[in-house]
């Protein structure tokens, strides 16, 4: 990015992830959002990229706009992931590793500030005094946070009317390959693939899944559904399925077939079917519903496909470390560069619900709790905001600039009795 521009690149189709905002009508709220991104983009070029640690001098205003009852529950679902981690694992800030009983006191820690240091100026001091911070910068310079939601959608046990989709568990010949187990000279990746003739080659793409439909043995259905909704659930990773009967299944993400993401939004504005500042998930079905004839070619043209599991007595989606997600504190990001279910801090805008031209400003601590398709990189953020309509709509417009730095405590506020870890 050439830091003297005037003006604000367009970002790149890949990164579309379901959750594009419409933009801004108002000139109003057109002049803030250039201001703001004057800002940022200033920020940014001042800053080298990718992992930045922050020093003491820098000042960064940490508010929090949230209740503090979700942050202690996010709190604790991270504690709940340290504590089924092998005491050996390593967990990486920059060049400093903590074990997993160190990132517990880590959040320990926090969360006495939380509880016990009420004075804004006071937490200030002693959270920098306490813990290192360091940002993540996007390569671009252009940092990106989106949103997504708990979609409750309807489903049968068999087909009827439109639930005529199969939402399939992982299916039995699907085989996952880390590589590291090959060799220590391979990259940390997992393969997902089957095998055809003693040979392992790669899953079945979405096209070839829907085609050989309920042909595929290996693939039970856990019900049906409408195919433009299961879409969407494979997008969000977990959700509930209301029965016929009043039963409320909640299904979560179990495997996908390890093709790349491909962007249904960056596939419809390449087919001139909508305009860039014009596609939020809202409009991507309303021209689905308009133009039925088209879905499953446009849905196809994503070779992805995820594979849930109906989850039992368990409260709230489930992100990928295997701990509920906290709505507003729960933020999806590639956790092979934010250390998972690590604390962080967001400073973005969100939508202002009911109104797609209108935002405010979102200062808030979260953690690391999820991954998604298409959220890779530094910088890239995308926030968990629960389930019913008020979320959707937030998930639907959400697409601002911001700053995401990540907060971990100091090795000597954290160490064991005589040093130890």
């Not at 189709?13 to 703001?36: C, H, L, T, Y």
């Not at 340290?82 to 820690?109: H, K």
């Not at 005529?164 to 060799?183: C, K, M, N, V, W």
């Not at 039992?312 to 504190?329: A, D, I, K, T, Y």
Request: charged letters at 20%.
């Amino acid at each position: 990015m050439d830091c003297s521009a005037a003006g604000v690149p367009p970002a790149a189709e890949g990164d579309f992830s379901m959750r594009v905002a419409k933009r801004p009508q108002r000139r109003n709220r057109a002049a803030i959002v250039a201001a703001a991104l004057a800002v940022l983009l200033a920020a940014s070029c001042s800053v080298p990229r990718g992992w930045v640690p922050v020093t003491g001098g820098a000042a960064i205003p940490f508010s929090d706009d949230g209740t503090r009852d979700s942050l202690l529950a996010a709190l604790a679902q991270s504690r709940a992931y340290y504590g089924n981690l092998p005491a050996a694992y390593a967990i990486q800030y920059g060049e400093q590793s903590y074990t997993p009983q160190q990132m517990v006191r880590s959040l320990d820690l926090f969360e006495s500030l939380v509880r016990n240091v009420g004075d804004p100026d006071s937490f200030q001091k002693e959270l920098r005094r306490r813990f290192l911070v360091f940002e993540s910068v996007a390569e671009s310079g252009n940092n990106l946070f989106t949103g997504y939601y708990e979609p409750v959608i309807p489903g049968s046990d068999a087909p009827r009317g439109t639930l005529t989709t199969p939402l399939y568990s992982r299916p039995a010949d699907l085989l996952e390959i880390p590589l590291e187990l090959f060799g220590k000279d391979l990259p940390a990746r997992r393969l997902m693939g089957r095998v055809n003739s003693g040979r392992v080659v790669p899953y079945y793409s979405r096209r070839e899944i829907e085609q050989q439909g309920t042909k595929n043995a290996s693939a039970k259905a856990i019900v049906y559904v409408d195919p433009v909704d299961l879409f969407f659930l494979q997008i969000q990773g977990s959700g509930r399925v209301e029965m016929p009967d009043g039963r409320v299944l909640r299904v979560g993400y179990d495997a996908s077939n390890g093709h790349p993401y491909r962007s249904l939004g960056a596939e419809m504005i390449r087919r001139e079917m909508l305009r860039r500042e014009d596609v939020t998930l809202q409009s991507i079905r309303q021209y689905l519903a308009q133009n039925p004839e088209r879905v499953a070619p446009l849905l196809n043209s994503n070779p992805s496909y995820v594979f849930f599991r109906e989850r039992q007595g368990e409260e709230g989606p489930v992100g990928s470390l295997g701990v509920p997600l906290v709505s507003g504190r729960s933020l999806a990001a590639d956790q092979r560069l934010l250390p998972p279910a690590g604390i962080v801090y967001v400073m973005t805008t969100v939508p202002v619900v009911g109104d797609p031209a209108e935002t405010q400003p979102l200062r808030r601590f979260m953690l690391v709790q999820d991954i998604g398709g298409a959220i890779r990189g530094h910088g890239r953020g995308d926030i968990f905001w629960g389930a019913g309509a008020a979320a959707e709509w937030r998930a639907g417009y959400a697409r601002s600039p911001g700053r995401l730095f990540a907060i971990v405590a100091r090795k000597e506020f954290v160490a064991g009795p005589e040093g130890a870890p």
